[in-house]
């Protein structure tokens, strides 16, 4: 296999029809270490918006069970990417996301926001910011942005943005006129850095930790009270991530794909997990976990596997 033959591979494909396969080539083949951060920063965005970093501060579930919530959401977004929205592990995985999600008092606004960091954040980090080993095109972009209007339409989100540009002006939009410290948040923030510092063997939780800060962006630092990193680490890390993609380029494709539970930083589940069962079920859950919580024809048939889950409870 050729080093571009998976990006000649998408662009044979429908930016809309054809979107879960161009991500799951993009997420597994293409850019699996890069998408993986980008996304990790994109979640890690939203904690500087009082009324999602507060709810999360006040759940515990970021702070005082960081490791596995961290695992669940990537188990949870990665078997949709894997599998897709039809019958199987991607649609009971998105059931399970609704069934938690509503078990909070979310807003819409929030909704929106926290579905643009995704559409967005991927294309700074491998074009805007250059960390990527190569651009993505403007198909690919499209189909980024396709996959995450369809996840918004399944999670019952209104007013989700058409383009790539309108989800670009709503995060930077909804950033200027909402980020604002809070206690919860902080604490988010500062429980997610240490769990992000144990990836690394102890002898470089210094460095890990300097490195974690400098590429976080003054917006986040401002709001989280931080003390700035240095100019010498923002320019080491910046030429760090842009040595890996020039090294990345030369390397050779990668065929098997890397998906999420392969992640060796993913831990909670040595023994396998059912995704019918990963997650929060807060005591008084309003939704019942049988029933699909935005009722959306295309994802109320049962599938066996989530039948199967559902006998246990």
Known sequence: M??????????????????????????SHEFPWDMGRALGIALYRTYAVPSIGG??????????????????????????????????????????????????????????YVLSTFVVMPVRWLNDYGYGWRRLSEHEISAITHYYRRLGRYMGIKDVPETYEGFRELMDGYEREHFAYTEGGRRVSDS???????FYPPRLAGAARAFSMAILDDSLIETFRYEPPSRAWRR?????????????????????PLWAENNPNVRSYPQGYDVNRIGTFPAGCPVAHDVDPVGNEELDRPTASRQAADSHE
Do not use: W
């Open 236 to 256: 080491a890390a910046d030429l760090a991530l842009k040595l890996r993609a020039r090294v990345v380029r030369r390397m050779k494709p990668r065929e098997e």
């Open 55 to 112: 709810l999360l501060g006040e759940t515990d579930e970021f702070t005082g069970s960081t490791q596995k919530r961290y695992d669940d959401t990537a188990l949870i977004l990665g078997n949709m990417v894997q599998h897709g929205f039809e019958p199987g592990p991607g649609r009971d995985a998105l059931r399970r996301m609704n069934q938690m999600h509503r078990s909070y008092d979310i807003s819409n606004d929030d909704y929106r």
């Open 2 to 27: 050729k080093r571009f033959d998976f990006r000649d591979e998408i662009h044979r494909l429908d930016a809309e029809a054809d979107c879960v396969r161009i991500m799951q080539i993009l997420q």
């Open 192 to 198: 997610t850095l240490d769990l992000m510092v144990s």
